[in-house]
């Protein structure tokens, strides 16, 4: 689940390419390389492996889809012979296979299992486009579209400065405040952490340059915000898959799970960043002012209206979801709604509007395919039905365990063994473990704590990851040792804090 070190000095774990390091924690590409401008990849899965890790993983796929056709012959559904796939599709993406691949062939391992013909397999993929896995997906897509509207607009530069000007910018500490807070409310409105850093930062560096902040003081005030507005971003992928595995509503979502790691993060950000500040100040590590320039650019026509517009609507939508409990669909709604109203706002037509939403979509197609593949393979598993076996034969003691301890362990599982984006874990976890967590009386409040933990824990450590590299590059640091130790300072207060609020609630 985590990525590796961006300088490839662990041999144990492959090393992202430029398109993996895009990739957001909500699964969404768009992180900008060291010069501020985004890369795009048609793959936002893509990752570079040295030719020895491929053929280890290329035979581990062809071992298990083998397996997988003897297991067919020992016996039907349901059948511990289900759990094949799972471990399969672990072990590949833990290793370092494209994760659109490897759900390829965990896929045809569950087929190989279940022994389907090939209209079967025709059938089980055109329900799966209808799966509500697949729903996420599009979501995902729909966000990216109505994050470039967004940006063309001015609607997204205008939400940094405006927070920007609330605060002010001489006091080193309200600065840092808002800063963080400048990225909190843009990514959360945005949905990617990625995409809206890359606006920020042309905006926010000037500023950091003024009052001398470091290099990597500027990157763990950019992490910490951006990583606080992920976590309660109302239509980001992995939160509305949350929300809908826990069936709660944002509010509840908000209470028990993103809301207290926003509000760490900021409280925890005042006291990191300085700390960082006066670690860093003795070594160089200024801007210039040649290197960021003065961060004046010109507003762009139209974008006071066309951000009124977008959050006033955004309000709403998420007034109305709270308040009628809408569930994973809505946003297929809510998304195409703000893009427009946004976009005629800044004065675009129909047709131009509709251009920047499938442009902004079409980066992340390969997300799209992957929930479906997804979809097809939780459906896959429902019907081998292997912990229906485990159930039936470990059910009386289980239904004695401990729901604290339960949570604990898949929290735990979520954030260093599950792989996949984060919207896919969350997915992925609700499936195998959800109704074996209701069964022993796992509630929908600690359900949402584990699923935020085990989705975006490892976002914070125990390695680097895309997001720290995103980060860094936007506000041209390469001290991956500092941002290492910015994660970790949020990473410990957070598992504290919700192994309390775990504990209270289950």
């Excluded at 990739?23 to 020895?52: F, L, Q, R």
């Excluded at 898959?241 to 908000?254: F, G, P, R």
């Excluded at 893009?339 to 675009?348: I, N, S």
Aim: charged share 10%; proline share 5%; glycine share 12%.
């Amino acid at each position: 689940m985590s990525a590796a070190p961006p300088d490839g000095s662990s041999p144990e774990r492959p090393e992202p390419s430029a398109a993996a390091q895009a990739t957001a924690a909500d699964g969404t590409a768009g992180t900008a390389d060291s010069t501020g401008k985004a890369e795009e990849s048609s793959n936002a899965y893509d990752v570079d492996m040295s030719p020895g890790r491929r053929r280890l993983v290329n035979a581990i796929a062809a071992v298990g889809v083998l397996a997988s056709v003897g297991a067919g012959f020992l016996g039907g559904a349901p059948t511990l012979w289900g759990l094949l796939p799972i471990v399969l599709y672990a072990v590949l993406c833990l290793l370092g296979m494209d994760i659109v691949i490897a759900t390829i062939v965990a896929l045809v391992s569950g087929l190989a299992v279940a022994q389907m013909a090939p209209l079967e397999i025709g059938e089980l993929l055109g329900a799966s486009l209808a799966d509500q896995v697949t729903v996420i997906g599009l979501v995902i897509v729909l966000g990216a579209g109505v994050g470039e509207v967004l940006k063309v607009t001015g609607a997204a530069g205008t939400i940094v400065r405006g927070v920007m000007r609330v605060v002010g910018d001489r006091n080193r500490t309200a600065v840092t405040f808002g800063m963080m807070l400048a990225c909190l409310v843009l990514v959360a409105s945005l949905g990617t952490l990625a995409g809206a850093l890359a606006i920020a930062a042309p905006i926010l560096l000037p500023i950091a340059a003024r009052l001398e902040f470091t290099r990597s003081a500027t990157a763990s005030v950019m992490f910490i915000g951006g990583c606080a507005g992920l976590a309660v971003a109302p239509f980001a992928g992995s939160n509305v898959a949350i929300m809908d595995a826990a069936e709660v509503n944002y509010l509840h979502y908000l209470g028990y799970g993103a809301g207290p790691i926003a509000v760490l993060s900021l409280v925890a950000g005042l006291v990191v960043v300085p700390w960082m500040q006066r670690r860093t100040a003795g070594t160089g590590d200024y801007y210039s002012a040649a290197e960021v320039g003065a961060g004046d650019d010109a507003p762009v026509k139209n974008a006071g209206r066309s951000t009124a517009v977008f959050l006033v609507l955004l309000l709403c939508s998420v007034v109305y979801a709270t308040i009628t409990n809408a569930g994973t669909n809505f946003p297929l709604l809510a998304l195409p709604l703000l893009g427009f109203a946004t976009g005629f706002a800044g004065g675009l037509d129909a047709k131009a509007i509709a251009g920047l939403i499938y442009r902004g979509g079409a980066r992340l197609i390969s997300i799209l395919l992957l929930f479906w593949l997804l979809a097809a393979l939780f459906i896959l598993i429902d019907k081998l039905a292997p912990f229906q076996v485990i159930l039936d034969t470990y059910g009386a003691s289980l239904a004695h365990s401990s729901p604290f301890v339960f949570s604990i362990a898949i929290a735990m599982l979520g954030w260093v063994g599950v792989p996949g984006a984060t919207a896919a874990q969350v997915v992925l976890l609700d499936k195998v473990f959800g109704d074996l967590g209701a069964s022993i009386g796992v509630g929908a409040s600690s359900w949402v704590v584990v699923l935020l933990f085990a989705s975006k824990a490892d976002t914070y450590g125990p390695f680097p990851n895309g997001n720290m590299v995103g980060a860094m590059g936007l506000a041209r640091s390469s001290n991956l040792k500092n941002m290492m130790i910015t994660g970790w300072a949020l990473l410990i207060p957070a598992c504290v804090m919700y192994a309390l609020i775990l504990y209270f609630t289950t």
